[in-house]
């Protein structure tokens, strides 16, 4: 009996763990041009990524490696009715969007734009 116990326990640890690490990388496709820290993004496929030590996020773009911005992170509000990830935008008067903030699983950017 004993065995299939800690069989049981190791079965839950092993899914939390897959649980907690399935979202350290995502692919979204932003469908308009956008700004970030006075940088400009063109439309495309970004990836969304947390650190291995789980204290930032990054924001690269799939196509130009070289589009890439990280910013610190904290904890986020976890619940069932959020989404994994939620990335922001305002659109400024000029029509221009800029990136506010990224939220990827249990990790939150702080606002990224000036208003």
Same mark, same amino acid.
């Given at each position: 009996?004993?065995? !299939?116990?800690?069989?049981?326990?190791?079965? !839950?640890?092993?899914? /939390? %763990?897959?649980?907690?690490? %399935?979202?350290?990388?995502?692919?979204?496709?932003?469908?308009?041009?956008?700004?970030?820290?006075? +940088? %400009?993004?063109?439309?495309?496929?970004? *990836?969304?990524?947390?650190?291995?030590?789980? /204290?930032?996020?990054?924001? /690269?773009? +799939?196509?130009?490696?070289?589009?890439?911005?990280?910013? !610190?992170?904290?904890?986020?509000?976890?619940?069932?009715?959020?989404?994994?990830?939620?990335? +922001?935008?305002?659109?400024?008067?000029?029509?221009?969007?800029?990136?506010?903030? !990224? *939220?990827?699983?249990?990790?939150?950017?702080?606002?990224?734009? *000036?208003?």
């Amino acid at each position: 009996m004993r065995p !299939i116990v800690r069989m049981f326990v190791l079965a !839950i640890v092993w899914a /939390s %763990a897959t649980a907690a690490f %399935a979202f350290d990388r995502v692919t979204v496709i932003v469908p308009f041009n956008f700004e970030s820290r006075g +940088k %400009a993004f063109p439309a495309g496929t970004y *990836r969304v990524e947390s650190a291995v030590n789980h /204290s930032a996020l990054t924001l /690269s773009s +799939k196509t130009d490696t070289k589009m890439s911005l990280t910013w !610190i992170a904290s904890p986020a509000e976890v619940g069932a009715n959020l989404s994994t990830l939620s990335l +922001k935008f305002a659109t400024k008067t000029d029509g221009t969007h800029t990136l506010h903030s !990224i *939220r990827l699983g249990t990790l939150i950017t702080p606002a990224l734009d *000036r208003y």
